[in-house]
């Protein structure tokens, strides 16, 4: 069911649990306290009968029912409607969850509308309720427990993503070829953190803006300081992680290249290596090739050729041959061939 928890709050404690919408706008009405409604993906119906019993902004309602909005804070008249991004850290995938959730606050309701499974706001109704002084500064306050759970689950998210980029940092240097995709996987998980944790600071400014206006109580002003101090800390470290896997990212480019460049310098130095063998067995081919030449020609046998009767007809092809050879042989070793 879309109606997780309902009650009605009276002096900070709580005094009746209605089990419909209809039933929670009556008892409302008869002790005038201040209503508390969670949804959990509630349909189109649901939200517009929230919107028309409490006089919700048509561009509110809209929003809340095509969901996937920015973190933002948006007042129109008396109601205060939030949007926040919570986020969870899957271990099992090590992936960072993020969800969506619609606050409306008014001088007598809140109204949560949940489309996710974070955060969890039955640990901050339990919460409050084992508060009574703080739940009875009224909404205000349930809209600062909502904020202070909100951040603190962005907790385990900064761990996971830390962890993250160690073991991306180890992944480096042991020339994973994964690593590049992790990188790039795990930036658009910072950048789609620091999207949702960003704006936090802004809102928190404007709700300390209007402490004095709306005429806040001290002492949730100074929790709302915490929750703002603990925002930015947060902020902090997204930016910091998204700075850590920009140089990564520079480190990997870097390591990737040097390692192409030791493969062409090997490549090189054997094709060196190669052309200087072969140069040594062109020139020994060479010199074998010239004698061999000699002797070919020397060696045939008509019957009319010239030279084939002298005396002197054999010392002279060894020494023709020799003298080739040896003439061969400085050549190429004067060109440093041998």
Do not use: C
Request: proline share 4%; charged share 30%; glycine share 4%.
């Amino acid at each position: 069911m879309s109606l997780v928890d309902n009650a009605v709050y009276v002096d900070g404690h709580r005094t009746a649990d209605p089990k419909s919408l209809d039933e929670t706008y009556e008892v409302l009405r008869e002790r005038q306290g201040m209503a508390w409604i969670g949804l959990y993906r509630p349909d189109p119906e649901e939200i517009r009968s929230v919107a028309n019993e409490f006089e919700l902004h048509g561009l509110a309602v809209e929003d809340a029912v095509s969901a996937h909005q920015r973190a933002k804070l948006e007042r129109y008249g008396s109601v205060l409607f939030t949007v926040l991004r919570p986020a969870r850290y899957i271990d099992e995938s090590e992936r960072v969850e993020f969800g969506e959730l619609h606050v409306f606050t008014g001088k007598d309701f809140v109204v949560t509308i949940r489309h996710a499974e974070s955060p969890d706001l039955g640990k901050v109704r339990r919460r409050l309720e084992e508060n009574p002084a703080l739940l009875r500064l009224g909404p205000e306050a349930i809209l600062y427990a909502i904020l202070d759970e909100v951040v603190d689950e962005y907790a385990p998210v900064v761990a996971g993503l830390e962890n993250d980029i160690d073991e991306i940092e180890d992944q480096l240097f042991q020339g994973d070829p994964a690593v590049s995709r992790r990188i790039y996987e795990l930036s658009r998980e910072v950048i789609e953190f620091q999207r949702a944790t960003r704006p936090l600071l802004d809102m928190l400014g404007r709700l300390e803006s209007g402490f004095d206006k709306y005429e806040i109580e001290l002492e949730l002003r100074r929790n709302l300081r915490d929750v703002q101090d603990h925002a930015i800390r947060v902020v902090e470290r997204a930016d910091s992680f998204r700075v850590l896997l920009q140089n990564a990212l520079t480190v990997q480019s870097t390591l990737v290249a040097q390692r192409q460049n030791d493969e062409m310098r090997f490549l090189t130095e054997s094709s060196l290596a190669q052309n200087e063998e072969v140069k040594r067995i062109s020139a020994w081919a060479a010199i074998l090739f010239a004698p061999t030449l000699v002797g070919t020609i020397y060696g045939m046998n008509f019957d009319h050729m010239p030279e084939l009767h002298w005396v002197v007809g054999y010392p002279l092809a060894i020494a023709l041959m020799l003298a080739t050879s040896v003439t061969l042989f400085f050549l190429f070793r004067r060109r440093r061939w041998l």
